[in-house]
């Protein structure tokens, strides 16, 4: 018999996953997305919300439906090989690779470089990452209590100081929103919609998942239904809030352009908005709550992929993966946020589909009695698709030509498949090889679905 939650527990749940989701890209690409879509950026915030608010809470939910113990577990329904390889490259695509030395970088711009000289940016961010990191790794090594304690008066804090300097914005804005730029004129909402991707939440979700499970769980819910609504709840408060404050920073972003110009992130667009309502002071405490939120942050990534990797080969310490996250994270990061953004966008373009689409298969599977082969071809197809577009997003960041088997590979795409121009060429394929590889299934099984054609 399940406890009944009540709508405290939810909040509480809530709020520790909106907790969890909520770090450095959360604050920049909405106030990038508002300067850049300007009078358009209502339609492109639909499309923002819906991959980084609403494909997260699927995420969370999908971990659950399938009843699946982690993403590897979800993941291996299409082959162990391919369940491995996709939650290593997820795991350090949240971290070392871009999530985490973005932490770093993020409350650099936000609550450093606002203070001291343009000729002093490259230094500065060499001695306050190496700082940084430095104590994101001690922390690492021993995470306690402390660390989650901080976090939990860090989430609202944060939420008080941003409340502060949206109502500000909403109350009296620094300007008109400003005419949209590049995709964001002809094509808000798609741009919104991959934009979205840069927040990593949905890629996030799928780890967080098992994290919202256990939380129930221990408050003496177990049955799966109960474990479902329950997930479904917590995960729509922490969705809600993750909603407002994105709303609230796009308008930020969109109104700022005429006081602060259009910037290359949406890192000064923050400091810049705060010191212009509050001043040094309102300046110098965003910069200090958003540096210790990221710095959070940053503990919590590198002991998950510091405790996934060891997992993964325990020969190798788990201290020894800590130091070895710690020190290329260091090394990305001063690389600067701009180039950062620059080379993530690539693998997300990459990343982003294989995963809505595994999402999708976790709820259609009951319908295909689980059967490897419906999941097997979907991601086949998906795969071949965003490769290509990886590549080709990767060529045009770098402003490179695309080598010639890759532009013949394109232009196919271009021709054949619907919304490619948009980053969404994925789409239909995958869903028509879900359709007809399911209808095989059950066509071969009698037309019944029936028990998983895997170990779960």
Not at 288 to 309: K, M, R, S, W
Request: aromatic letters at 12%.
């Amino acid at each position: 018999m399940d406890s009944k939650l009540s709508m405290k527990a939810y909040l509480i749940i809530g709020t520790m996953l909106f907790a969890l989701f909520f770090g450095a890209g959360n604050l920049i690409f909405p106030a990038q997305l508002g300067q850049y879509a300007g009078e358009n950026v209502w339609v492109a915030m639909a499309g923002f919300l819906t991959t980084g608010v609403g494909l997260p809470l699927l995420g969370i939910l999908a971990i659950g439906f399938s009843k699946s113990r982690d993403l590897q577990d979800l993941s291996s329904r299409v082959h162990p090989v391919y369940g491995l390889l996709f939650t290593a490259a997820l795991y350090l695509t949240i971290g070392p690779f871009f999530a985490l030395p973005r932490t770093a970088a993020v409350s650099y711009e936000v609550g450093i470089v606002p203070f001291i000289g343009d000729g002093a940016v490259t230094a500065g961010l060499l001695i306050f990452s190496v700082i940084f990191f430095a104590i994101s790794f001690l922390l690492s090594l021993n995470p306690t209590q402390m660390v989650e304690s901080i976090g939990k008066f860090l989430a609202p804090a944060i939420l008080l100081v941003l409340g502060l300097l949206l109502v500000a914005a909403f109350v009296s804005p620094m300007g008109e929103a400003g005419p949209a730029q590049d995709g964001y004129a002809s094509g808000a909402f798609l741009a919104g919609f991959t934009e979205g991707y840069n927040t990593m939440d949905a890629l996030a979700s799928l780890v967080f998942g098992i994290i919202v499970i256990s939380a129930v769980q221990k408050m003496g819910v177990t049955s799966s239904k109960g474990i479902l609504k329950a997930t479904l709840r917590s995960g729509v408060v922490a969705a809600v809030l993750l909603a407002v404050v994105y709303t609230g920073i796009a308008f930020l972003g969109a109104t700022s352009t005429s006081e602060l110009g259009l910037l290359e992130t949406g890192g000064p667009v923050l400091s810049g908005a705060s010191a212009h309502y509050f001043g040094t002071f309102g300046a110098l405490l965003l910069a200090v709550i958003i540096t210790l939120a990221c710095l959070t942050t940053a503990v919590g990534l590198t002991v998950a992929n510091a405790e996934f990797f060891n997992k993964l080969t325990p020969s190798i310490s788990y201290r020894t993966y800590v130091f070895i996250f710690t020190v290329f994270s260091l090394v990305v990061t001063n690389a600067g946020l701009a180039n950062i953004i620059t080379y993530s966008i690539p693998v997300l373009m990459f990343l982003y589909p294989l995963a809505i689409v595994l999402i999708l298969l976790a709820f259609l599977s009951p319908l295909f009695g689980h059967d490897r082969i419906v999941y097997v071809s979907a991601i086949a197809v998906t795969f071949l698709i965003a490769i290509i577009d990886g590549l080709k997003t990767l060529t045009g960041s770098l402003g490179l030509a695309n080598p010639a088997w890759l532009q013949s590979i394109i232009d196919v795409y271009a021709s054949v498949l619907p919304l490619y121009g948009d980053g969404l060429g994925w789409l239909m394929p995958a869903l028509v090889a879900i359709v007809l590889s399911a209808a095989v299934v059950r066509i071969r099984k009698g037309g019944e679905a029936k028990a998983p054609a895997f170990d779960r």
